[in-house]
Nanobody
């Protein structure tokens, strides 16, 4: 069974830090590109960052310089280090795994973890 389980969310004050984790199982983690996305209340799903199988990273402008995506293939875990958090970072954060096999794209999703930035 494929599972992506996010953890590490919570309430943090503006300017604070959090580290999200996404534990993967049931598929070839090391062969999958990994992505963090978020959805704020009443807003569309927003792409934040991707780390490729070769550990190339890309970031949305809204988080560049503040967030860092990493992966540990030995632990089948994806991370998102979030620094200098702002109220506008408040959202449910999701991890996504995707790969291309057998002529199609395969996507797996976690259930999300809530991050609230507030004083």
């Amino acid at each position: 069974e494929v599972q992506l389980v996010e953890s590490g969310g919570g309430l943090v004050q503006p300017g604070g830090s959090l580290t999200l984790s996404c534990a993967a199982s049931g598929f070839m983690f090391s062969s999958s590109h990994m992505t963090w996305l978020r959805q704020a209340p009443g807003k569309a799903l927003e792409w934040i960052s991707t780390i490729s199988t070769l550990e190339t990273t890309t970031y949305a402008d809204s988080v560049k310089g503040r967030f860092t995506i990493t992966r540990d293939n030995a632990k089948n875990t994806l991370y998102l280090q979030m620094n200098s958090l702002k109220p506008e970072d408040t959202a449910v954060y999701y991890c996504n795994a995707y790969s291309y096999r057998l002529g199609r794209r395969w996507d797996y999703w976690g259930q999300g973890t809530q991050v609230t930035v507030s004083s």
